[in-house]
């Protein structure tokens, strides 16, 4: 209902290419969980973020499906640049974003998963953690160098700090809810 109210109010066309990045994004997730033998519990629909939550992967396997998402998304964006810029577009802009190795990021679930394997749980997940923060210090270092030695603005700072500030909430919301 959200997205049918959005997409009535959207004046420049942008929310249902965002919608369709989005759908691809997770169609692929799903595709690759059901191809590894996985099953789907539950699809929730937030603000800005959809988790899916499944049963039944080894840590490849869900190592393969976090990657298909991205994957999906940077092929959609390479295949639909001329025909559908919007859509190739946002399409990048997830896929990239997605790949980010920030837990629960898709990036991230691919470093626990490859960690999981290979590493008891603990060290795993405390070397993922270290390589999240690490992330978000390098996305707001990048913003305070655009921003003030490059004089970009102050959008790449304002975008780092709020992805920083997004993320390290999700890890704290993925956390609680393990």
Not at 151 to 156: D, R
Request: proline fraction near 4%.
């Amino acid at each position: 209902m959200f997205a049918i109210v959005l997409a009535a109010l959207d004046r420049n066309g942008s929310v249902l290419p965002i919608l369709c990045a989005m759908a691809v994004h997770e169609l692929a997730h799903i595709v690759m969980m059901l191809a590894c033998g996985g099953q789907v519990r539950r699809l929730t629909l937030r603000f800005a973020d959809l988790q899916l939550a499944a049963s039944g992967l080894g840590y490849r396997q869900e190592l393969l499906a976090a990657l298909a998402g991205p994957l999906a998304n940077l092929i959609c964006g390479a295949a639909f640049c001329m025909q559908r810029p919007s859509f190739a577009a946002y399409s990048l802009m997830l896929g990239i974003y997605n790949l980010l190795p920030v837990w629960p990021l898709d990036g991230g679930r691919m470093i626990r998963c490859a960690l999981l394997a290979r590493l008891p749980l603990a060290q795993a997940e405390h070397i993922s953690g270290i390589v999240s923060l690490v992330s978000c210090a390098a996305l707001l270092l990048i913003g305070v160098f655009l921003t003030f030695i490059r004089k970009a603005g102050l959008w790449p700072l304002g975008t780092a700090a709020y992805l920083t500030v997004r993320l390290l909430m999700l890890a704290r919301r993925a956390d609680v809810e393990r």
